[in-house]
């Protein structure tokens, strides 16, 4: 029976649950959005909303609770900036919620199923975060031919004799 239990347990020891969280936490912080499965979606929202929430509150005591919950994981970008995880859920994110009473997070239930055992799939995102662009999508700059250079030549060309 599920009588007074708090949290969903996902077929996991206690040990093993709060490292599947801190490591989901970690890339939802990094990413900003994530494709997981739709109960560990569900109860990470859980998770991740009370980190926003001390990050809101900002005290030195919440950045303490903060990094015994997440440790204090250093992201590194692409352009070779690295940040840490604490840091950034205190600056940028309390910033961007701080108007914000709750609801951080959106899921999306997705319509595929892992091939491996049929599970549901979800996408779980943060609410305002900026566009998200995805490597598929290019700029949609259209590139000038050969001939259209010529022709630009061309007309310089005969325009400049003339006058």
Same mark, same amino acid.
């Given at each position: 029976? !599920?009588?007074?239990?708090?949290? !969903?347990?996902?077929? !996991?020891?206690?040990?093993?649950? $709060?490292?599947?969280?801190?490591?989901?936490?970690?890339?939802? @912080?990094?990413?900003e959005r994530i494709k997981t499965t739709l109960p560990k979606a569900k109860e990470l929202r859980r998770f991740v909303e009370k980190m926003i929430s001390l990050g809101k509150s900002g005290s030195l005591h919440?950045?303490? $609770?903060?990094?015994?919950?997440? =440790?204090?994981?250093?992201?590194?970008?692409?352009?070779?900036?690295?940040?840490?995880?604490? =840091? +950034? @859920?205190?600056? #940028?994110?309390? /910033? $961007?919620?701080?108007?914000?009473? =709750? =609801?951080?997070?959106?899921?999306?239930?997705?319509?595929? /199923? !892992?091939?491996?055992?049929?599970?549901?799939?979800?996408?779980? /995102?943060?609410?305002?975060?900026?566009? @998200?662009?995805?490597?598929? #999508? %290019?700029?949609?700059?259209?590139?000038?031919?050969?001939?259209?250079? +010529?022709? %630009?030549?061309?007309?310089? /060309? #005969? #325009?400049?004799?003339?006058?």
């Amino acid at each position: 029976m !599920r009588h007074a239990k708090t949290y !969903r347990k996902l077929s !996991r020891q206690r040990s093993h649950y $709060r490292a599947l969280m801190r490591n989901m936490t970690f890339s939802l @912080l990094q990413h900003e959005r994530i494709k997981t499965t739709l109960p560990k979606a569900k109860e990470l929202r859980r998770f991740v909303e009370k980190m926003i929430s001390l990050g809101k509150s900002g005290s030195l005591h919440d950045r303490r $609770r903060a990094m015994a919950l997440m =440790g204090n994981k250093i992201i590194h970008h692409k352009d070779g900036k690295r940040t840490d995880v604490v =840091g +950034k @859920l205190f600056s #940028e994110l309390a /910033e $961007r919620y701080s108007k914000r009473n =709750g =609801g951080y997070t959106r899921i999306y239930r997705l319509a595929v /199923e !892992r091939s491996g055992d049929a599970a549901d799939m979800a996408l779980i /995102e943060f609410v305002d975060a900026p566009s @998200l662009t995805t490597g598929k #999508e %290019k700029s949609t700059k259209k590139k000038s031919t050969k001939k259209s250079k +010529k022709k %630009k030549s061309d007309q310089t /060309e #005969e #325009e400049a004799p003339s006058a």
